[in-house]
C-alpha cells in the first residue's frame, strides 16, 4: 500500500514540487497551505508522515507539530528557512523526526522520508530472534519487538528516531558511540544529518528521562560521543 504524505507549506510552487517529488517515488500526497488546515486535514485522515513548514499562516509548524503529539506520534518532518532554527525544530517540547534545511534537494527530502517510513514500518513487524527479549540497564526496560521503554516502571513517549538511539545505547550499554555511528545506526548510514541533529535528539531524550525522575541517561564522553549511564 502507498504511503501517505501530508504537506503543509503555504508556498504553492514548494507543495507542488514535493508532490511530485514524492508521487514520483510511489507515495500518495494530500497537501495543505497552513498550519490549522493541516491539523484538521490530519484529524479527519491520518497519514503515515507529515512533512511541516516552519513558517506558517494560521498554526506554525511548531504549533501544529505540539498538538499532533497530544493524540499522535506520527513521524515528522521540518521545513526550515534557517539552519540555526533546529534547536526550535527538534527542540524539547516539540517532538520532531528531522529536518530539511529550504532551498532543498527533492531527491534528499524523499530519502530522508524513506528512511523515517523504513525505521517505522520495521516497528510494526516481528522482531528477529537478535532482536527478542528485554533490554535491561538498571531502571531502564526497553522491549524491541512491542517499540515501547520505560523507566523505573514510568512508560517514555519517545520518537521513533529516539527510540532508534536509545535502542542503540542499550544493545551495548559499556560503549561509547561516536556521532556518526549514531547517525549510521538510526538512520541506516543513508542519509547524511548535521551533529546538531544528533545532539538535539540527545537533549530531547535526556528531558523526557528527567520529566520522570532520571536525571543521567546518556553520559557526554566529551571529544568522544555519548554512552548509556546507569540512571538510578
Known sequence: MNKHILIADDDPHIRDVISFALEKAGMQVTQTEDGRQA??????????????DINMPELDGLEV??????????PILF????????????????GGDDYVTKPFSPRELVARINVILKRTQQQGKPATEAEQGTLRHG??????????????????????????????????PSRVFSRDSIMGNAYDGNV??????IDSHIRHIRQKFADIGCENVIETVHGVG???ATCQ
Open 139 to 172: 531502571k531502564l526496560s526497553i522491549q524491541p519487538e512491542q517499540h515501547t521503554a520505560s523507566w523505573d516502571s514510568k512508560p517514555l513517549n519517545l520518537t521513533a528516531t529516539e527510540f532508534a538511539m536509545l535502542q542503540l545505547f542499550a544493545r551495548q
Open 226 to 228: 555519548y554512552k548509556l
Open 192 to 197: 547524511y544529518v548535521s551533529d546538531r541533529t
Open 65 to 74: 507539530c505540539r498538538e499532533i503529539r497530544k493524540f499522535s506520534e506520527v
Open 39 to 52: 491539523l484538521d486535514t490530519f484529524r479527519r485522515h491520518a497519514a503515515d508522515l507529515m512533512v511541516l
Open 79 to 94: 521545513l526550515s528557512s534557517r539552519d540555526d532554527e533546529i534547536d526550535r525544530i527538534l527542540g524539547l517540547e516539540i
